[in-house]
């Protein structure tokens, strides 16, 4: 692939809400570049992964370790399975750097998460850092902040 | 017509030798009995003075479910105060924490307040001459929690002229904050990093008691933590060296043998802690420069004996925890019978390096936020056991494990690691402070 489109870079953010909707884990994960992060702040505004606590903040193995437990025969908080859904406004382009490899996405959305007889609403921004990588789109970060990601939570189990 | 109301007798039965009544989780007359005596009658971590350094600076929380306040006055010292406007009882801060300036100023009648609580002024004053005012509860301005103290940063509250002082409440227990603060080249912490808060709809007993629970581990977190090992087997083959997130999840699946050998300590009122002899702590690396600082503040005899106490969890009776070796206290606020607030809190140690509070961070992050696997693991046997003790085929909670009837006289001991001993301590305490004043 040469430098993406802005339509290929929403159709790569449309798509992976779909993956995650449709519980296909194993090519949601394939997403990832093989240093790519998914981040969560608990603060608003949050600039320090590190030295500031975060909801999140997976790297590859750990976000394989999440998707592995989700389908174990032993994860009791998974029986019965919870279930997603996204509601995505059309991804804006923030920043295009070609020669650089780098595009952001800005993608304000809601996730409902249900287990059982609960569902939870989050409205939440993604922020995707993407680049290409032997010639298809990959994600480098993306970050999701929570409108309300300092209040008292319940439980999240699956992936906004 | 009550049950439990008025009925100290009443209230004993619900705890056995080796059972609990399942009305000390489920019923609300019991759970509002908690909250007007066992919470006023123990003493309650209220917040750490780092929150508040200078004048004016404020923190609002709760005992039980009372508002609460902690302010540092202009003089440097730390009150406590009930977050309500005496006049009509609006709350005086509804921000988790701020800058009062030089005085509260209630935002409903502009009425206003010393940070020690007193009051400064009332508007139109003269409309209460005559009348009596000095004589009313309200003109003593914002009222005071009764007993406050401040051990080594960490205040302390209670609301009752019953119970034991601060001293006699915690004795030898104050020893696991000792070496938490100890663990600081300075001998200082500083809350860092911001507060984990996870709602569970569960008696907030159950997460006291889940940590001391040492035969847990390795079945609720098989899922988590075995998996995590699994994974890192795959992905690593023939690796030694862990990454920091499975050196930290690892150890949850330590044999039945590991937990026994772990030891359990317990103080009178209540207070316990796991991990005598070692703890999942105890393998973590080295963080460079660490020790060496250490070393140069404290000698290396001090230093390697402070670093060498590896406490698992220490339960501070009755709803404070605190873990020494990562730096992170939990505190587990009662909402209603079925339903509590966790908030998981951490530390910086001052003068320490950066990489502590990164792996203070990190196991907080991975064992405590609402996002966590393990606390999924937790949370859903917990809410499974709010549910099942509904079965009223048998209303008895079991905690017997390792009982021995000479144990009642013992006031401290250390035993086998995986005793249910502690959580029999916690229901004597729980039964003595409930009905000190029933």
Known sequence: ?160 | MSKYNGNAAAVRELVRETEVHRDVYVDQEVFELEMGHLFANTWIYVGHDSQVPNAGDYYGTTIGMQPILMVRHSDGVVHVLYNRCPHKGTRITIDTCGNAGKFFRCPYHAWSFKTDGSLLAIPLRKGYENTGLEESIAVKGIAPVRYVKNYRGFVFAKMSDVGPNFEDYFGESLSTIDNMVDRSPAGRLEVAGGVLRYMHNCNWKMLVENLTDTCHPMVAHESSAGTAIEVWKRMAPGSNKKPPAVEIYAPFMSSYEFFEKMGIRIWRNGHGHTGVHHSIHSDYSAIPDYFDKMVAAYGVARAKAILDENRHNTSYFPNFTVKGPIQSIRLFKPLAPDRTLAESWTFRLVDAPDALLERTLTYNRLVNAPTSIVGHDDLEVYERAQEGLHVDANPWVNIQRLYDPAEVEQETAVMNGTSEWQMRNQFRAWSKFMTMSI
């Open chain 1, 1 to 160: 692939m040469n430098a993406p489109t802005d339509q290929d870079l929403i159709g790569f953010v449309v798509h992976e809400a779909r993956l995650i909707d449709q519980h296909r884990f194993e090519e949601w994960l394939a997403l990832f570049a093989d240093d790519g992060h998914y981040w969560m702040p608990l603060e608003w505004g949050q600039t320090d992964p590190r030295l500031a606590t975060s909801l999140m903040y997976e790297d590859k193995l750990l976000l394989q370790i999440r998707i592995e437990r989700l389908k174990g025969n032993r994860t009791f908080s998974q029986k019965p399975k919870s279930r997603c859904h996204h509601v995505l406004q059309v991804p804006q382009i923030d920043k295009r750097d070609e020669a650089a490899n780098e595009y952001v996405t800005w993608t304000p959305m809601h996730y409902v998460e249900t287990r059982l007889d609960e569902q939870d609403l989050y409205a939440a921004w993604a922020t995707h850092t993407l680049a290409l990588v032997d010639g298809k789109i990959k994600i480098k970060l993306k970050r999701v902040d929570l409108v309300n990601c300092d209040a008292a939570l319940r439980s999240i189990q699956l992936f906004m």
